[in-house]
Nanobody, 123 residues
């Protein structure tokens, strides 16, 4: 069992930056590939980024490539999402999630979810 708690969301102007954190409980964090999803008002939840067990391999949705960076620190049981050059269309609730498999962008592949943190980007 893994419990995930996100933090770091907030209100930022377009062009600004935020760093989201996701703290995981338990000793099995390093056994899971980690990801970030987001859900904007009136839209379905979408994949944003994922990182492999050891942090070597990452993947991103095209709309955030070059602006967002996903990392993890297995010694702290924490993953991060550094978001730069934020745009109003990045406004959403951001969720971290844990999966046994890496590379599948489907929500169904993720076993554990955090409660979400709101990111609002003003124009």
């Amino acid at each position: 069992q893994v419990q995930l708690v996100e933090s770091g969301g907030g209100l930022v102007q377009a062009g600004g930056s935020l760093r989201l954190s996701c703290a995981a409980s338990g000793r099995t964090f390093r056994s899971y590939n980690m990801g970030w999803f987001r859900q904007a008002p009136g839209k379905e939840r979408e994949f944003v980024a994922a990182i492999s067990l050891g942090g070597i391999t990452t993947t991103y949705v095209d709309s955030v490539k070059g602006r967002f960076t996903i990392t993890r620190d297995n010694t702290k049981n924490t993953e991060y999402l550094q978001m730069n050059s934020l745009k109003p269309e990045d406004t959403a609730v951001y969720y971290c999630a844990a999966a046994r498999r890496f590379g599948d962008r489907s929500q169904n592949s993720y076993d554990y979810w955090g409660q979400g943190t709101q990111v609002t980007v003003s124009s």
